[in-house]
């Protein structure tokens, strides 16, 4: 094709062909028997996820791997001994250009395939690993801007409860990330030396801090609480109905359920996806775009480094084992990067 099509053009005509013949192929034909067992893939997958167990890792991110890679053997429909790496060079493409999945995505399904295919070879179930010839898939680093001032003011506002406030206080203060942030047990905060042990990733814990906003704020709202659940941010137990729950009761005292012990789950925290309503929430009401709970570990870093903070115990008050994860958080500006070079290079 190159003496007829611009060079430039070759790579996603065979992308595109690759894709519209996926379901053909052209083999010698064989008369031999091929019994195939269909739980086979199954069957091994069990095996690597009771492997990543044993070797540590988080319930959440077993649940991602086994996702995943399920996924993957659905659409592949082959056993994974015969998985080849233009099979999943196809897959990785067809999940970005018809499923309509970004760049990073497809980069974190491969990079899972990648651990499975090579905990095969390691156990010498394979001797080849297809995934060795798949190369990473180059995403677009952009700019994630942090809030400004004006924005955390808004969202300050915008808090109806002292719940919410205590939320936002929690999440300004601590960097820490959502996951943490609703496993905070009672136990595990001093409000007195504003100190919280929080549980990150593979279990590793960490202690962050409390300000005098933040301290104040989960003063006043375990006030507001009269129950006994063990967790800072407890599970309503009517999760996602609040408003049925509270039936004929006023939109205010809605808002407080978390100060009725009948609302109150017994024993289990608030979840994840939830916290993350209640952000956007406050976010839309404050006018404020994009607001999540992970934009506040970006914000405290950023606000930190600009403040004089060294590099290295912004990277530790995140729990990063790497400072180059660290550098990804920041947001600093052209302007800020302009007057550092004047203030220190020669």
Known sequence: MLPYVDRRHIEDIKLRLSMVLANYSITEESTELIIYEGDVNERILKRFLMAKA???CSPNTIRYYKNSISFFFERITKPFSDVSADDIRLY?????QIDGISKTTANNERRNLSAFYGWLQREEILLKNPMLKVDSIKVTKTRKPAFTQMDIEKMRFACRNSYQTALVETLLSTWARVSEVAQIKLKE??????????????????????NAKAQLAIKNYLDD???????????CEYAGDVKKMCSGTPRK???HWYTRPLYVSKDQHRDKGTIESDIRSIGRRAGVENAHP??????????????????????????HESIGTTQIYLDISDKELEQAHEKYVI
């Open 225 to 235: 609480r009269c129950d006994n659940n063990p967790y800072l941010f407890p599970r």
């Open 189 to 210: 905060i001093d409000i007195e030396k504003g100190s919280v042990l929080v549980h990150g990733k593979g279990d590793k814990e960490r202690i962050v801090y409390l």
């Open 294 to 319: 992970h934009r506040f570990r970006r914000t405290g870093a950023t606000v930190a480094l600009r403040n004089g903070m060294p590099l290295i115990t912004v990277s530790k008050l995140l729990g």
């Open 54 to 56: 044993a070797a540590g």
């Open 253 to 255: 005292l809605q808002a």
């Open 92 to 96: 990785l493409a067809t999940r970005t």
